[in-house]
């Protein structure tokens, strides 16, 4: 590449003033060579973690995986009798308000305002085998309980 291929000269405006020039464009080959060494980094990362998980023994990738689907549908069965509890909680709350006159949108609106209690309080809970585990556990996700008690 020679001088002249750098040079650049500008042609004057109307009024006899002249344009900034523009800077060339970024030489594409180093952009190029950049973004393929960026790439390169996080294969590498990759092909190492890989290699790290291949290099145990196939037992031991094997009882990770069960530990994980043991863990799995422990999680899931808990959900499914945490959903049968609240829905049958939320069922004898519904009957016994009806015994006494109260509407089903004042049952949720006062549920609301208890639940805002224990998320916003101070440590208040109902009592019960478990209560401190799950106050525990709210604590840990009120910025997620705050989004949907609003």
């Given at each position: 590449?020679?001088?002249?291929?750098?040079?650049?000269?500008?042609?004057?405006?109307?009024?006899?003033?002249?344009?900034?020039?523009?800077?060339?464009?970024?030489?594409?080959?180093?952009?190029?060579?950049?973004?393929?060494?960026?790439?390169?980094?996080?294969?590498?990362?990759?092909?190492?973690?890989?290699?790290?998980?291949?290099?145990?023994?196939?037992?031991?990738?094997?009882?990770?995986?069960?530990?994980?689907?043991?863990?799995?549908?422990?999680?899931?069965?808990?959900?499914?009798?945490?959903?049968?509890?609240?829905?049958?909680?939320?069922?004898?709350?519904?009957?016994?308000?009806?015994?006494?006159?109260?509407?089903?949108?004042?049952?949720?609106?006062?549920a609301l305002v208890h639940a805002n209690e224990v998320l916003n309080g101070d440590g208040?809970?109902?009592?019960?085998?478990?209560a401190e585990a799950q106050l525990a556990h709210i604590a840990r996700h009120k910025p997620?309980l705050r989004k949907q008690f609003r």
């Amino acid at each position: 590449m020679s001088l002249t291929d750098k040079l650049q000269i500008p042609t004057a405006n109307a009024g006899g003033s002249f344009a900034a020039p523009v800077p060339p464009p970024a030489d594409s080959a180093a952009d190029a060579l950049r973004d393929a060494q960026a790439q390169h980094a996080v294969l590498a990362e990759q092909l190492d973690a890989v290699n790290e998980l291949l290099a145990k023994p196939l037992n031991e990738i094997l009882a990770d995986r069960e530990r994980f689907k043991e863990s799995a549908a422990a999680w899931d069965a808990f959900g499914a009798m945490w959903m049968l509890s609240q829905r049958a909680m939320k069922r004898v709350a519904l009957d016994l308000a009806a015994q006494f006159g109260v509407s089903e949108d004042e049952v949720v609106a006062r549920a609301l305002v208890h639940a805002n209690e224990v998320l916003n309080g101070d440590g208040v809970d109902l009592g019960g085998l478990i209560a401190e585990a799950q106050l525990a556990h709210i604590a840990r996700h009120k910025p997620l309980l705050r989004k949907q008690f609003r």
